[in-house]
């Protein structure tokens, strides 16, 4: 028995090894592989994945095997990355603000949709939608 019959020892390790992995390259320890970066994911190499730097957005999107990125061409690590990390009007170093901010933006973006819409399109679609 087990899960997808696996052994559940064998998949809580596989849980707990998953787990230590996304949580050393979230840390703040911009460490590398060095060229095993090119096969696993190193903090370094993940740190590019979230940079503030249009130049490198849609990079690195491997969560544990770089591999993938290199043989996909989405793989970029020069070297040590100092650039801000987020985007553009992220919260920085603020847990609730992140918490928030999904919220936020959606909010942000359901005003900028009812401004665009006349009351009569608005109406319309909410009696479509009680239909």
Known sequence: GGWIGFRPSAAAAAVFIGRLHNTSVHSTMGWSHGWFDRVVVS????R???AEDP???GKNLANIFSCFDVLFGTYHNPGRCEARLGFEGSPQHDPVGWLL???RYWGGQLALMTKRKSPQVL????SELAA
Not at 43 to 46: A, L, S
Request: glycine fraction near 0%.
């Open 101 to 103: 901010h999904p919220l």
């Open 48 to 50: 590019w994945h979230h």
């Open 123 to 126: 109406s319309a679609a909410r």
């Open 55 to 57: 130049a490198v957005y």
């Open 43 to 46: 903090p370094q190499v993940h």
